[in-house]
């Protein structure tokens, strides 16, 4: 597996790692053998990063990789990425305090079994948060603590990313960015590049449109979020299908699925693409092992003509833009 070193973390992970959202069973049904099965076929292939957070099946999710590492000779080369916040209720800036913060870390370093937990990341607060200079020390505090060895930030919104990267020891952002979602590109990338912030690219799949294995037809479960939260009902839309109109998105993916070379698959492809745009990681989902050894075998994608390079940033202009340039 090719790594990539990020600076403020502080070591080298894996460029494709493994979101493990479904192994909470929100939007999957993973029970608890499976998810041991896909964590060891990551594992296997290569992926040296796993990306969870404490709301993932109230904590499931962190207990499965937990349960995974214990007792490996190697648990040293693994970055565990969590994720705290969306346990606020209400879910609002008042909510982010230290008090809470430690009670949060304290409950994701029993579930993952470890005394520092590697990287902390707040998870898409309110965006006030971002503005608010005792929130970034307070994490300081839990690092000096020895509850956390690094601090980041996961995002909605451009915006919210360019406010983060003002603090000079912010290790990683984890942000929306895809073949059909290119703003980070532009305005986000290059800033943390400069200042040795890893971006994190999560949703690389666009909840699955990337696979080019829909059509209109194709149904989802009535617990997936691809089923519940395509107005954006319960949590924000750009979570669900990257923002784009499921109609939208399938067509637009037939397209890209046109360009994907021979031998590779289309998910492979859209991957291939965040290692050469120069994210830091990605952190694809599965519910199958299969899924977890294509995807971290899509870190050996050859790199694209540039002639392919311009032809997926014009289906992007074409399907996408006008659904989620301006929101995001």
Known sequence: MRTTTVPNLGRE????????????????????ETAQ???????????????????????????????????RTDRGEFTVITKMGRRANPHTPEEYTLDHYRAWTDRSRENLGVDTLDLVQLHCPPTAVFGDERVYDDLRTLQQEGR??????????????????????????????????????????????????????????????????????????????????RDGAKMNIGETFSGIPFEVGVAAAREVAALTPEGWATSQMALGWLA??????????ASKPSQARSNAEAAEFPELPAATMAALEDIYDRFCREHVHHLF
């Open 13 to 32: 992970i894996s460029l494709v790692g493994l979101g493990t959202w479904q192994l909470g069973g929100d939007w999957a049904t993973v029970g608890d």
């Open 37 to 71: 099965e896909v964590l060891a076929a990551a594992a296997d292939a290569g992926t040296r990063l796993f990306d969870t957070a404490d709301v993932y099946g109230d904590g499931r999710s962190e207990k499965a990789i937990g349960r995974f590492l214990a007792g």
């Open 148 to 229: 956390i060895a690094r601090w980041g930030v996961s995002v909605e919104l451009v915006d919210e990313a360019l406010a983060a990267l003002e603090q000079p020891d912010l290790a990683t952002i984890q942000i929306i960015v895809n073949i059909f979602r290119r703003k980070p590109l532009e305005r986000v990338l290059p800033e943390a590049r400069e200042k040795g912030v890893g971006i994190i690219a999560r949703l690389p799949l666009a909840s699955g449109l990337l696979s080019g294995k829909y059509d209109e037809h194709t149904t989802f479960a009535p617990e997936d979020h691809r089923t519940w939260n």
């Open 276 to 285: 050469q745009v120069g994210v830091a990681t990605m952190i694809p989902g």
